[in-house]
């Protein structure tokens, strides 16, 4: 194809890419004449280079389209919704001719001419109109455009600016809200546009180039990681000062290249505007789409990989979210319905939410369509929550759709969306709330090609894993401080008060099944007979996985390589890289492990997706049998430890079961009385802790860890059970721990601490504990209750707010972060605005305790931050900060 | 690094008119697996490896020997032994590898030994005979004869299409 040619089409695609957005801007301001400006250049270019470079077809679209830009410019009046259509169609022909021609350098016979004859035709009614005089709002001329009058008039001189008209229809009413000017992101798109044409500072390069650049500056990575293993053997000042710079020059390369990749969202972004103005003038809704972050910049081969499922959530929040302007009103709404895309940046990662302010997601509707494809039976999803319903749409086999399709984005599932975004490392996430909207929520890292990398070794073995997934290392080895513990056959690791599930990489990738390694590996757990091995907590969404490995080495820059085509079925793997000596390794992915080893097979963000009802939460639970065989549960956030004392251990003090446990006394409490502790052999007990106080559970055996959503079926008589729930598909009652500990303390420590800890003197401090969760109200108060507060509790921040408003006075607060509605930090704010409460110490509970969040609060107005499974911190910090607060006051 | 080849040569039988062009010659990459000497047409191979240290993959097909990387390309290695259902080789025996290329990803075939490369005339090709094991037939594009035996002519395509990654991900172990 000659350069001329190649050169006219990239330049016409790139400007196409723009008219969509802009035209869609001209449809909200008719009276904008920059807008109309640009769009009648791009036409007017195409026309002009047509005729140069002898392409009819092109050319005679590209006029008939100009000449109805035209009219628009004599008159704004005409630029109605109908009239847009049509421009819109009209470039869909130019791009699909661009796209023909881009293929075989030769026009195709496409027949465009029924869509020349429309765009006379609308050209004739135009000038019509502007003839008769009649310059009427948009919105009037809609309807009048085919009967127009033919009355003469004086039309505008040809050559005359269009200020004149702008003028006159300034009053004119766009169909939709036109606010997108006011909202400074809106128009980043157009703006990006014009500032590349208008700088001259950049150069076309093509792609082809720029990723052969990338490989050899991959390939030099490489050489400089295999350099670097050499230069740390040798001793040679002179070559080590070079092989610095090198490095260093390497690295900086490597970056610079790294960044010509880069593209900012708003490209992505380009057809939204287009595609939900369609689907409004379809539907005859009202749609306005917010566009904020859209400069955030990240990879183009990610952001290819994610345009498609971003058009599709779009189009669907659009389609089905969206309401119609009945219905809208009829539910006291706005008539306009909103849909926001906002990206920004958080750690090596962007995220981008997209959300509308709709009916949410239709449970009754998903539920029948679960029963109509019979991914669940009746039975199991009368016992799913709402959330968990929820994220059926997720699912393979959820959507109608039959085929695939991925120019359009319709007729794609949100399974295929899900897939995609995971592909690439992402996760995606989805809170709705009924009547108010559906937000999706997407993170996905910034780039794919070139990562750092933990070198982690198992059977002899080496792997990668991306670091970002990394979020600590614990070795554990014999007398340490970390062992991991078997419930039943699953093995947990409990660091901080936290139990974490684990994996074994061992046994999950069948490694050392050779029969010289197969001596010492009868158990279950290959692992296991090593006593020396580490754990890598891998955090995949918000949740965490250890992961059991032997050896941990480096880590890396490692190039990521794609796993070859006869591998990739095997799902924990997300590439494949050269190490520095020049060794194949595979990179593992959490993600597809963390979903195979069945912990994760709907990515969920524990707080995000708890929603208006608290008790629906999942947790991990640890079952247990105790007494009349029950089956009995704890949350496994509240146990300390799992231990099997010896039971000739214990021993009996003032008519209680004790045993000497750490230096201690450890009452022992059962759950009734018939419920003994054995005589013989091993006694599970489960070990709760409140600072240096330790309680232990008889239980007659453990059964099981399992996570799960809890509905729980609660009952208030205090007799030791809060609820009832259906887990694992079997009636499971909920054991408060608070309460045994309470009658544990009671009974025994408060002979010996209770008059030394509690000041009789003062009254008890009043502590309003705020949580979006009843389940997690429910376990906290009684525990705060024995250490001596008077426990208010709030479902949430409304709900805390509400008390406030009702002139209750606290002396601290305990807030979670995490909160639908009005969270953690909004709360906060809302109590430092002013008010009864202004003073008053504020403490939040966060499971992700990240700087952000720090700050965040921090600046919010919380004082303390603790994390969310740390009760013995709690009490610590609460003292302190009651102590400050004494002082101060 | 590696040139892409006429593809049409390397995957489609050989030859197109037998018996119209009877002195015309090819040239063949001969090596033995298990005793059975094949050929490959010397256009399909990018290169000759010896002795290479492979990394397996966990859960691959049992086919897959493992990837190994050839000058910064990471490429998998396929036991054609295993694919052929011939005995394993003895743990340690030497062995080289034939890196050829198959719609656009370089693979490495695992053979016990590369022998030479020879022109062959047409007519010394004769067709699969009507006998020969279906596991075979699909891989092979007839037999040429050789002043000793008989070289069976290797089709790349079908050898490399019918290793599905699925049997390896429902948990076969490797080299067990």
Redesign the interface.
Known sequence: MDDLLQEFLAEASESLGLLDGELVRLEDTPDDGEILGSIFRVFHTIKGTCGFLNLPRLEKVAHAGEDLLSTFRENAGLVTPEAVSLILRCVDAIRALIGALEVSGAEPETDHAALIADLKEMVAAGEARSRSGEVEPAATAEAAAPAASSAPADPQPEDAPAQADGDAVSAASSPRKADGEADGGANSTGGAGREVAASGKSIRVSVDVLESLITLVSELVLTRNQLLQLARSKDDGRAADSFQRLSRITTELQEGVMKTRMQPVSTAWAKLPRIVRDLSVETGKLIELKMKGGEAELDRQILEMIRDPLTHMVRNSADHGIETRQDRRAAGKPETGTITLNAFHEGGHIIIEIADDGRGLDIARIRDKILERGLATPGELERLSDQQIRQFIFKAGFSTAETVTSVSGRGVGMDVVRSNVEKIGGVIELVSVPGKGTTFTVKIPLTLAIVSALIVGCAGQRFAIPQICVSELVHVAPGGAHRVEMVNTAPVLSLRNRLLPLVSLRDLLKLGTTAAQQEGGAGKSGDNTRDDYYVIVAQIGSRHLGIIVDEVFDTEEIVVKPVGRMLRKIPFFSGTTILGDGSVIMILDPNGIAATAGHAQVSRNEQATAMTQGEQQRSSLIIFRSGDRSRKAVPMALVERLENIDAAAIETANGRAVVQYRGHMMPLVALSPECKPRSEGQQPVLVFAEGERTVGLIVEEIVDIVEDQLVVEFKGDGDGVLGSAVIDGKATDLVDVGHYLTAAFADWFGIEAGGADKDEGHEKKRLLLVDDCAFFLRMMSPKLAISGFEVIEALGGEQAMELHDRGIDVDVIVSDIEMPGMNGFAFAEAVHSGGRWSEVPMIALSSRLTAQNLERGRNAGFTSFVAKAHRDELCGVLRKVLQQDGEAA | MTTSRNSGARTAGFPTLPGTDRGARRDFLTFTVHRQTFGLPLEAVDDVLDNR?L???????PE?AG???LR?R???AIDVRRRLGMPAMAPGASHMSIVTEY?G?LFNLVVDAVGEVIALSEDRYEENPATLDDRWRDVSAGIYRLESNLMVVLKVGPL?DS????A??A?T????
């Open positions: 240290p990394t397996p993959v966990p859960l691959a097909p897959i990837s190994l990387n910064g990471i490429i998998t719609d990803e490399l290793i599905d990654g699925a390896g991900a948990g172990p490797v080299g067990d």
